[in-house]
């Protein structure tokens, strides 16, 4: 027999009326004549397989509900919490080194001095240095007359036997009777921060020839231009090329008087010698850095 789905209602009693909707099946009883009644008896025994079959529940999870946003002032800070810098991270390719540590496995070069070491901080610190940089003295360099910029060198304190590794970045010290201006990093790695100069043996690292190159020598540095113009026009009609150059120290600008450009620094030397035995004159022999800043040199 077939029944297409149709609306049948029922009424059990006068106080309460019941409707059931089920799809596919007579699903809701009307008032009816009572030899309906049969009828409808033996047909729910044919559609008591569909009245059995109850609707499954869902049992997924309803959808969560959408955070609410986060406030910007929290991002912020999240953000600076996480934060990595990556300066900091490691290379995957190059194996990690020691920070502002120059690398002390390089060969002797074989040139070796011995001579007094003084340091320097403030108030260079953060000022240009000879070879165009600035200046930190919390890094291991140093200043020296005429070893190449770049140049590493070891520097032993002789009353300790403490070492340390620096580089060149610097012209100096124009003082008599020192060699070497160690930063104040380097200083203090060699104890020499309290005593302030100390004796010491500079080795050159790499394969760096320290004695070649152009030389002069410094023969007077004035606060007032005028007296370093006098000396430069005096030794001028003996000696050739004279020049002045200005440079700007924490104390003032100084004028230094310079003579020659003489190559290799044995040669730069021996013409030293010949100045002071001529004219009197401390002379300092010091390399000529190609393109060097006014007021870089120390």
């Given at each position: ?77 999240a953000k600076r919490s996480t934060a990595v810098d990556a300066s900091d991270m490691p290379s995957a390719s190059a194996p990690s080194t020691k920070r ?183 002379p300092f022999v010091t390399r000529l850095d190609d393109g060097t800043p006014a007021g870089g040199s120390r």
């Open positions: 027999m077939k029944i297409s789905p149709e609306t049948v209602s029922v009424t059990l009693d006068s106080r309460k009326h019941v409707s059931q909707r089920q799809p596919g099946c007579l699903s809701h009883f009307s008032r009816t004549p009572l030899f309906v009644h049969f009828a409808l008896s033996v047909l729910s025994v044919y559609f008591s397989g569909c009245a059995a079959r109850k609707p499954i529940a869902d049992r997924r999870q309803p959808p969560p509900a959408q955070p609410s946003e986060t406030p910007a002032e929290t991002a912020d800070a502002n540590k120059p690398a002390a496995a390089l060969a002797s070069s074989g040139y070796t001095e011995e001579g007094n070491a003084s340091w320097y901080g403030v108030p260079f610190h953060g000022r240009h240095a000879s070879n165009g940089e600035i200046y930190d003295m919390y890094k291991l360099t140093a200043a020296h007359r005429t070893l190449p910029f770049e140049t590493m060198v070891r520097v032993t304190n002789l009353n300790n036997g403490k070492s340390t590794v620096v580089r060149i970045t610097d012209r100096g010290p124009f003082v008599d009777n020192r060699i070497i201006d160690l930063s104040f990093a380097a200083a203090q790695e060699v104890d020499s921060v309290g005593p302030g100069v100390v004796p010491v043996r500079v080795e050159v690292l790499g394969g760096v020839d320290p004695t070649a190159g152009f030389f002069t020598v410094q023969v007077g540095a004035f606060r007032d231009r005028s007296n370093a113009e006098r000396l430069r026009d005096r030794l001028n009609a003996s000696y050739s090329p004279i020049f002045i150059q200005q440079y700007d120290s924490p104390d003032g600008i100084f004028y230094r008087v310079r003579v020659g450009k003489i190559s290799g620094e044995d040669a730069a030397h021996q013409f030293g010698e010949q100045l002071h035995d001529r004219e009197g004159f401390t």
